[in-house]
């Protein structure tokens, strides 16, 4: 669940969840599928993977990145095969050779994990030593915990067992134990998990709805008749908040908390700062008869304060009208 941005936080829903390596990334999905039947082999399969993958990381990153990636990518390999054998070994200890037995050939493919593989390259080794190892476990943990719900679950419904104890159940699927068992579940437990993610995720970047204009009527309302006890700045600031929040005057005016004559003077003396402040940050737009008629009032303003600009105007039309009527004289 940790995830390494660009202010060097961790964030804590990305290994176990944002990029679960089984219900999200759809990684190393086939020991899942064929052995965690019960929740034995799934503690065994979570145990050998996160000795492997942990230890081998942590081994793996002082091999210098000069070395060609090929080159760097089979010696992840061979140092996961080192300490592969004493996970087997103690998994046997734990767990019983049996457990270990019925794994297959499974447990040997942990080896090439996409961890060791795939993130040491693209994420592990450009990080910190330190959030480096708090990322690796995160992943883990991830898996582990998705290792583990899948055997529980198949092993409930299969059997009506968790652990060889027995749980009442009303129906048991017998097919949970086979391969095709697996894929179902896994498939369905990656659409369950993906559909929460996601709608978790969409309501969080919905914006809050902003209270009505009636909430913040009110809200005005007591604070000036006084019911909350608090601090002038927290006033002011709420004062404010209803002032911009405010759209219909009238409507804020007909409530009933302001019946108080005080508190309706004082109230009405905030709308007006209120109108002040948006008619001097936005001038509201007149109607088109309004602006017309002030267009020709301007117009008619700035003839009578420069008339020189318009007495040639005057003049060329008397001179015309006296060729006229010369014209008219000789003829």
Same mark, same amino acid.
């Given at each position: ?18 990029? !679960? ?23 065994? $399969? ?6 492997? +993958? ?13 070395? $060609? %990636? ?20 103690? =998994? ?32 592990? %080794? ?19 915990? +998705? ?33 095709? &068992? ?21 309501? /969080? ?15 005005? &309302? ?8 608090? =601090? ?8 404010? #908040?209803?002032?911009?929040?405010? /759209? !219909? $005057? ?8 302001? #019946? ?17 402040? &948006? ?22 303003? =700035?003839? !009578? ?19 006229? #009527?010369?014209? &008219?004289?000789?003829?």
């Amino acid at each position: 669940m940790w995830v390494i941005n660009m202010e060097n936080r961790i964030d804590l829903k990305d290994g176990l969840i944002k990029q !679960n390596m089984v219900f999200m990334s759809g990684m190393l999905t086939a020991p899942i599928i064929a052995c965690t039947t019960t929740l034995g082999k799934s503690l065994a $399969v979570c145990f050998v993977f996160s000795f492997v +993958s942990f230890f081998s990381i942590l081994l793996c990153r002082f091999i210098p990145r000069t070395i $060609v %990636y090929t080159i760097r990518i089979t010696l992840y390999s061979i140092a996961a095969a080192v300490f592969y054998i004493p996970a087997i070994l103690l =998994a046997e200890a734990i767990f019983g050779a049996r457990v270990i037995e019925s794994a297959g050939v499974y447990l040997p493919v942990l080896i090439t994990n996409a961890l060791i593989l795939s993130k040491t390259e693209t994420r592990f %080794y450009l990080e910190p030593a330190g959030r480096m190892t708090i990322d690796v476990i995160g992943f883990m943990v991830g898996f582990d915990i +998705s290792c583990t719900a899948t055997g529980i679950f198949r092993e409930l419904l299969a059997t009506g067992r968790i652990g060889g104890a027995e749980v009442p159940v009303l129906f048991t699927v017998p097919a949970m134990e086979t391969t095709f &068992g697996g894929f179902l579940f896994v498939g369905i437990g990656a659409g369950l998990f993906r559909a929460v993610y996601n709608y978790r995720k969409k309501r /969080k970047e919905e914006p809050e709805e902003e209270d009505s204009l009636a909430e913040y009527a009110e809200d005005v &309302g007591e604070f000036l008749v006084g019911k909350h006890n608090r =601090a002038e700045k927290e006033k002011i600031r709420i004062y404010r #908040s209803a002032v911009k929040k405010t /759209k !219909n $005057v009238n409507e804020l005016l007909d409530m009933e908390f302001l #019946s108080n004559r005080d508190v309706l003077e004082a109230f009405e003396a905030i709308i007006a700062e209120g109108q002040e402040m &948006g008619a001097e940050s936005a001038p509201a737009e007149q109607p088109p008869e309004e602006t017309a008629e002030n267009d020709a009032a301007e117009n008619k303003s =700035a003839e !009578n304060e420069n008339p020189a600009d318009s007495l040639p105007a005057e003049e060329a039309a008397s001179d015309n009208k006296a060729e006229e #009527s010369g014209n &008219g004289d000789i003829s």
